[in-house]
């Protein structure tokens, strides 16, 4: 696994699991600490952590240093729906340094993608990718359908 390349991470079976655990909980709208609102999508925390130490030893053979994962989100895009242009490392509101980010797709939706600078990602169902959290991203749209990520 090399950052910036899209792996395997998650199984169908999986993916769906996870999708139905968030189903069980609120859906919240996403928000941001800053000041202009860059996001409009709906969000679940991942508060299940029985897999976590799975995914704390997959980042521990790229930085060795990690040790804990943040509770992961679950995030959900409808058409008009979407996640602009950010990065992951705004130092005013974090209180640990993040090593990377991951976004593993659990359902795809045609025209929902992941851009990260000059690179657009079409992930699909179980396919993760793992880049650095200082690079500016967004999630798109989907044209029609539900992207959950």
């Avoid at 919240?28 to 029985?50: A, H, K, M, Q």
């Avoid at 209180?95 to 990260?116: K, V, Y």
């Avoid at 690179?119 to 991203?137: N, S």
Wanted: net charge neutral; glycine share 2%; proline share 7%.
């Amino acid at each position: 696994m090399k950052l910036y390349e899209p792996f395997p991470f998650l199984t169908d079976k999986e993916c769906d699991q996870i999708i139905a655990y968030a189903k069980t909980k609120e859906i919240n709208p996403g928000t941001t600490l800053r000041t202009v609102n860059i996001r409009n999508n709906r969000v679940v925390w991942y508060e299940d952590s029985s897999q976590w130490q799975k995914w704390i030893t997959m980042f521990n053979t790229i930085d060795p240093v990690i040790d804990w994962i943040q509770t992961p989100q679950i995030a959900f895009y409808k058409p008009s729906e979407e996640y602009k242009w950010h990065t992951d490392t705004w130092p005013k509101y974090r209180t640990h340094i993040r090593h990377f980010t991951l976004t593993c797709e659990l359902q795809s939706a045609p025209g929902a993608r992941l851009e990260i600078k000059d690179k657009t990602f079409d992930l699909q169902k179980g396919q993760a990718i793992i880049f650095k959290p200082q690079d500016e991203h967004r999630a798109v749209t989907p044209q029609s359908g539900e992207r959950v990520s």
